[in-house]
């Protein structure tokens, strides 16, 4: 089955814990992104990548890193989590040349204590 | 103001009913317009495109007005299964921008 897989599905953590959220998608897309969805705002992107070796920031980057070694991996990073990052996230993938039809996984509820 | 503006609603109507959302843009050089569907706290999904010349998928319908920069979508006959958060994507080619969401619920 097409699908884009995210772990965990909630994480509960203290401030300054490093963490690592994974996604992984399985069909052979190009291009995966991390939003954060916040009550009254649009989904808003935080980093994207369009192949292997290859991320750029997106709105919203500052407090995360991400890599993309393989085609199919692109884990989220926070290295020192704080409350304001208590949120929930979305990994995304579609193809290089339809990006606009995002594929989703199913989300990380995250709460920074 | 935002790049990307919905009624946040909530829309709340009987079975049956036709339901319409509207969403304006900002940046005049997009050029892609999208509908996703998002169930609560869950991924969003994919509804529809959005062509210059409007188009028809089954009860919902999606329209584009360039020279106001605004889309529309139409929910025929409502369903229960209807319910959900409707979100706005625009995109210049370089940029993808979400809305905020409009909730519907539909009640029997």
Not at chain 2, 15 to 20: F, I, K, Q
Not at chain 2, 26 to 33: D, E, G, M, R, Y
């Amino acid at each position: 089955e097409a699908q884009v897989t995210q772990n965990p599905r909630y994480l509960i953590t203290v401030t300054g814990k490093k963490l690592t959220v994974t996604c992984s998608q399985n069909m052979n897309h190009e291009y995966m992104s991390w939003y954060r969805q916040d009550p009254g705002l649009g989904l808003r992107q935080i980093y994207y990548s369009m192949n292997v070796e290859v991320t750029d920031k997106g709105d919203v980057p500052e407090g995360y890193k991400v890599s993309r070694k393989e085609k199919r991996n692109f884990p989220l990073i926070l290295e020192s989590p704080s409350p304001n990052q208590t949120s929930l996230y979305f990994c995304a993938s579609s193809y290089g040349g339809d990006r606009e039809k995002l594929f989703f996984g199913s989300g990380t509820q995250l709460s920074v204590l | 103001r935002k790049e990307v503006e919905q009624d946040p609603g909530p829309f709340n109507v009987p079975e049956g009913a036709t339901v319409a959302f509207n969403c304006t843009y900002s940046n005049s050089a997009s050029q892609s317009f999208f509908w996703y569907r998002q169930d609560c706290r869950k991924e969003p999904k994919l509804l529809m495109s959005v062509y210059s010349s409007g188009n028809e998928d089954g009860r919902f319908t999606a329209q584009l007005n360039r020279a106001s920069q605004y889309i529309s979508l139409l929910i025929r006959d409502s369903k229960l299964s209807d319910s959900a958060t409707y979100l706005c994507v625009v995109s210049d080619n370089n940029d993808m921008r979400f809305g905020a969401g409009t909730r519907l619920t539909v009640k029997p």
